[in-house]
T-cell receptor, first 113, second 115 residues
Framework: ETGVTQSPTHLIKTRGQQVTLRCSSQ?????VSWYQQALGQGPQFIFQ???????GRGNFPPRFSGLQFPNYSSELNVNALELDDSALYLC????????????FGSGTRLTVV | AQKVTQAQTEISVVEKEDVTLDCVYE???????LFWYKQPPSGELVFLIR??????QNEISGRYSWNFQKSTSSFNFTITASQVVDSAVYFC????????????FGAGTILRVKS
């Protein structure tokens, strides 16, 4: 299995709802990170998971949460959606060891209305 | 503080022209890594290069070259003989070992190559 796969590709939600985004990483990539990319901006780090535990978090509120599973898949959950949560959400994974080039998925485009 | 600045918001060139994308970074760490990523319209970030802070050698890969200068905290990217397929958003990013290797991205430079 190669590459990072994200689902769904597009999603429209209503303000106040909850959403779950999914990512399937490459086999052996035990570190996964999630990034939020607002329109016209660079990606912003949300959090990172290593061996199923969160080991780094950016400046995002607790309503952004995640899970990583033993099969190299992961989830990003966002509760109480706000209009500003509209963005491209990118999942990235890398193998153990040094900061090798992260492999990114194509992202999930979330629109909150 | 970690920061990456890409001052060029958008660059337009005609095919076959050379183009340089600028990247300036700030870090207090002595061990850090710099990256360039390409983001085509499809959305995924495509890894182009990684450079660690101890290796200031310039690198060339086909039409791409990178100039890393610690003295000016810059990591510039040059595309020689640009092609229409080079049109994309290019991001420079910084990773510090102290911060769990999270990537800090610049705002990106939109490159438009016209035929």
């Amino acid at each position: 299995e190669t590459g990072v796969t994200q689902s769904p590709t597009h999603l429209i939600k209503t303000r106040g709802q909850q959403v779950t985004l999914r990512c399937s990483s490459q086999s052996g990539h035990n570190t996964v990170s999630w990034y939020q990319q607002a329109l016209g901006q660079g990606p912003q780090f949300i959090f990172q998971y290593y061996r199923e535990e969160e080991n780094g978090r950016g400046n995002f509120p607790p309503r952004f949460s995640g899970l990583q599973f033993p099969n190299y898949s992961s989830e990003l959950n966002v509760n109480a959606l706000e209009l500003d949560d509209s963005a491209l959400y990118l999942c990235a994974s890398r193998p153990p060891g040094g900061p090798y080039g992260y492999t990114f998925g194509s992202g999930t485009r979330l629109t909150v209305v | 503080a970690q920061k990456v600045t890409q001052a060029q918001t958008e660059i337009s060139v005609v095919e076959k022209e050379d183009v340089t994308l600028d990247c300036v970074y700030e870090t207090r760490d002595t061990t850090y890594y710099l990256f360039w990523y390409k983001q085509p319209p499809s959305g995924e970030l495509v890894f182009l290069i990684r450079r660690n802070s101890f290796d200031e050698q310039n690198e060339i890969s086909g039409r791409y070259s990178w100039n890393f200068q610690k003295s000016t905290s810059s990591f510039n990217f040059t595309i020689t003989a640009s092609q229409v397929v080079d049109s994309a958003v290019y991001f420079c990013a910084l990773s510090e070992r102290e911060y769990g290797n999270k990537l800090v991205f610049g705002a990106g430079t939109i490159l438009r190559v016209k035929s």
